[in-house]
């Protein structure tokens, strides 16, 4: 059997890859990016059968061209994180022949496309409405004509993180939030009716594009994303084209499972951007009856044809949630009955699973000693860490 390698960190996006594929039978290696051990619930997962803990990720090129890049069969790459597949990407050369590897067709093409504004004008081109922006690379030198209230985040989710996102409704604000170091994207804030995240596979480049369904977020906000979501086919959306995201991704030249974000307002889609990589909603389209790292396996392997996309049947409306809304109930944002008619309603979780229980095990293990600690800290003033 071919050997799949999955290349991720400590986070529900690189369990649902090792799911997905353990679930077809497939052993998993895991090349894991740099964790504490006493803090990492995916190495709990039953479908692995090897780990590489990694020191860092450029370690992880070196295990995999000096344990696997000599195979008679070439492995299966499945990508997790924007840095890795930055990594793998600026080495695409290199492992092009001995890896199915998620790829833009060059190298370095990935990374160029990690720079959201380097995605705007293929967007455009393709149908999508562009919100207005202003790259910013200096925080001392802001541009004329910044529209209040908007919206600030990382231009490249390789040198920034989720926590560089704010909502500024003034200048003071504005300068408040912006740090050195971070290229950012400023743009004017649209206030959205709803917000869909579309993961696909990319097979030949482009020319092949399957996105049957999109992720309807419920329940999300700046720095708590995605924590309650509902799958729909994409066929409800009867205002949108399907079409505008096949020609995107096609003129990337993109193979692998991708992702495009966008907002609902006023009658029009906005774009957000794509990731060229395995979605962190993934395996909310696994558990629907949609596995794309299996059907990546299946491209990889010369198996997929049409007749296997046709054939797939996925439930409607199928709930996930994560087990951060539970932070969302505690601290009063959605009530304890809401919160617990959603929970009944769910029919996957970004962590539980019966089939699979250990990760949420240790998970929740971890999360009521952070809670613990919380505890001590507010109400007996300890400094505990």
């Not at 590489?52 to 790459?77: C, I, M, T």
């Not at 541009?143 to 003071?172: R, V």
Request: hydrophobic fraction near 35%; charged fraction near 20%; proline fraction near 3%.
């Amino acid at each position: 059997m071919k050997k799949v390698i999955i290349f991720g960190n400590n986070l529900q996006n690189t369990l649902g890859l090792i799911r997905s594929v353990g679930l077809k039978g497939y052993p998993v290696i895991l090349l894991l990016e740099p964790v504490k051990k006493s803090q990492c619930y995916v190495r709990h997962s039953k479908y692995i059968t090897k780990i590489h803990y990694l020191k860092s990720a450029q370690e992880g090129l070196q295990v995999l061209l000096n344990e696997y890049g000599n195979e008679e069969e070439k492995p299966v790459v499945l990508c997790g994180s924007d840095p890795t597949i930055c990594m793998l990407d600026a080495h695409y050369n290199e492992l092009k022949d001995k890896f199915h590897v998620f790829n833009a067709g060059e190298q370095g093409r990935i990374s160029y496309f990690l720079d959201k504004i380097n995605t705007f004008p293929i967007a455009e081109e393709c149908g999508l409405t562009l919100i207005k922006s202003w790259l910013v690379s200096d925080i001392k030198n802001l541009p004329n004509g910044i529209t209040y209230p908007c919206l600030i985040k990382g231009n490249n989710s390789t040198e920034s993180t989720k926590g560089d996102m704010y909502i500024c409704q003034n200048e003071a604000e504005l300068k408040e939030s912006l740090h050195e170091g971070v290229e950012y994207l400023i743009q004017e804030y649209i206030q959205k009716e709803y917000e869909l995240d579309i993961v696909g596979l990319a097979y030949n480049h482009g020319i092949g594009v399957f996105v049957p369904a999109v992720v309807r977020k419920i329940r999300d906000e700046i720095h708590r994303q995605s924590v309650y979501i509902r799958l729909d086919d994409i066929k409800e959306y009867t205002n949108f084209n399907p079409e505008i995201i096949s020609n995107f991704i096609r003129k990337l030249s993109y193979e692998g499972i991708f992702s495009v974000e966008v907002i609902y307002s006023k009658g029009k889609y906005y774009f957000l951007e794509v990731n060229m990589r395995s979605d962190g909603c993934g395996w909310l389209y696994t558990a629907a009856g949609i596995n794309y790292p299996y059907l990546w396996t299946l491209y990889c392997t010369g198996q997929l044809t049409k007749e296997n996309l046709n054939a797939i049947k996925f439930q409607n409306h199928l709930y996930l949630m994560h087990e951060d809304d539970t932070y969302n109930m505690l601290e009063g944002k959605v009530s304890f009955a809401q919160w617990i008619n959603d929970f009944h309603k769910a029919h996957a979780f970004f962590i539980a699973n019966s089939n699979d229980p250990m990760p949420f095990i240790f998970s929740t293990w971890i999360h009521l000693k952070q809670f613990g600690k919380m505890i001590l800290r507010k109400t007996l003033h300890i400094n505990i860490q």
